[in-house]
């Protein structure tokens, strides 16, 4: 049994997280700010913890993973929004889990990034658009080159649609769509799966169930 710390535990990815890793045996942490959110995580299997993202440093972060075994970076401020809100939450944030895990101790990291983030932008995407990729992509760089254990998911277009429980899930692959709740379930697979260290995926619906796809996961090339 391991404690996993969800940075982000109320976002959409991770309310789909949480049941999974309590059905695998483990605790998931949902760290959040609004201690609001605490009897709905509490109902699907988490522990909670406040943690502020774009307020706390990486000390206080190190302390919200006390105990724990991995970390999953699952936070995002979304593609639209205030431009400074990609920084600090989709970059910093990030940022100060990946140097809090390394302070704490903590090997095992997986982060939820978007699809394309390392694509050229054209002249004419929005501030809010241009802040959002370059944000993810300068997140998943840190990560990287990091002393941890990691593994980056970068799913298409986010949809509430029923799990298929399959996918495409490859270094690159055409743009699409994936249910939130098989990105969720990649997720938990990658943490049960060794093999998906070092791996670095583009992931959208598919063909391919998803413990096979996690298996194979491509290494990241540079």
Not at 25 to 38: E, K, M, S
Not at 195 to 213: K, T, Y
């Amino acid at each position: 049994m391991s404690r996993i710390a969800v940075v982000g535990g109320h976002g959409s990815v991770a309310r789909h997280l949480h049941p999974l890793l309590v059905a695998a045996g483990h605790t998931p942490l949902a760290l959040v700010r609004n201690r609001d959110h605490l009897a709905e995580l509490e109902a699907l299997g988490a522990e909670v913890g406040l943690l502020d993202i774009e307020s706390s440093d990486v000390d206080a972060f190190a302390a919200a993973f006390a105990g724990c075994d991995a970390v999953v970076f699952a936070a995002g401020a979304g593609a639209d929004g205030k431009v400074e809100r990609k920084r600090t939450v989709d970059l910093e944030g990030s940022t100060k889990s990946v140097a809090a895990a390394e302070q704490a101790g903590i090997r095992r990291f997986v982060q939820v990034s978007a699809m394309g983030v390392d694509q050229p932008l054209g002249e004419d995407v929005s501030d809010v658009w241009r802040a959002y990729v370059e944000a993810k992509r300068d997140a998943d760089a840190v990560l990287r080159a990091s002393s941890l254990d990691w593994t980056v998911v970068r799913p298409g277009q986010l949809t509430d649609d029923e799990p298929t429980g399959r996918v495409d899930l490859r270094e690159h692959v055409e743009r699409g769509a994936v249910p939130r709740a098989d990105v969720a379930a990649v997720v938990a697979a990658c943490l049960a799966d060794d093999r998906s260290v070092g791996a670095q995926f583009e992931l959208v619906s598919g063909p391919e169930p998803i413990e096979a796809a996690v298996a194979t996961a491509p290494r990241f090339a540079g």
